[in-house]
Structures are given as structure tokens and as C-alpha cells.
């Protein structure tokens, strides 16, 4: 992949996009960059995978029921 121009406005562009925080035309005219520009679209892939690779490997413990009970009477009293 060559190096492109301006990378870290592509960098913040990329997780913008796959956040849905673009604006609707803003977004549009990144689709089509992806399908125009294939080292755009290599970046978008990439950070698919790491965000697939995270969300499968990290570790995520889970709540016993009487611990998230303990939270709500503490916040609700």
C-alpha cells in the first residue's frame, strides 16, 4: 500500500465513518472514495478486522444479578 496524503484526516475519516458520525453527505462522499481508492478501502478493512479481532478476543467479565442490584439501591435511594 502506497502512502497516502494526508493519512491521519483519513485515520479520523475511517473511524467516523464506521461510527456513523458522518453527516449524511459527508458519508456518501466517502463511499464513494472507498470504491474509487483502494488503498481507502484497505484502510476501512483493516479497521474492520482490528475492531471484529477486539470485540471477539477481548475479555469481558459478566455482573453477578446481586452486584448490579447493589448499584441501582445505591443510586436510587
Same mark, same amino acid.
Not at 58 to 71: F, Q, R, T
Given at each position: 500500500?502506497?502512502?497516502?496524503?494526508?493519512?491521519?484526516?483519513?485515520?479520523?475519516?475511517?473511524?467516523?465513518?464506521?461510527?456513523?458520525?458522518?453527516?449524511?453527505?459527508?458519508? +456518501?462522499?466517502?463511499? !464513494?472514495e472507498i470504491d474509487n481508492n483502494p488503498d481507502v478501502?484497505?484502510?476501512? +478493512?483493516?479497521?474492520?478486522?482490528f475492531r471484529n479481532l477486539l470485540k471477539k478476543n477481548?475479555?469481558?467479565?459478566?455482573?453477578?444479578?446481586?452486584?448490579?442490584? !447493589?448499584?441501582?439501591?445505591?443510586?436510587?435511594?
Amino acid at each position: 500500500m502506497k502512502q497516502l496524503k494526508g493519512k491521519h484526516s483519513y485515520d479520523r475519516l475511517v473511524h467516523q465513518y464506521l461510527d456513523n458520525q458522518l453527516p449524511v453527505d459527508k458519508q +456518501e462522499q466517502f463511499k !464513494a472514495e472507498i470504491d474509487n481508492n483502494p488503498d481507502v478501502k484497505y484502510m476501512v +478493512e483493516n479497521e474492520l478486522v482490528f475492531r471484529n479481532l477486539l470485540k471477539k478476543n477481548l475479555y469481558k467479565p459478566e455482573l453477578k444479578p446481586n452486584v448490579v442490584d !447493589a448499584i441501582k439501591k445505591t443510586f436510587l435511594k
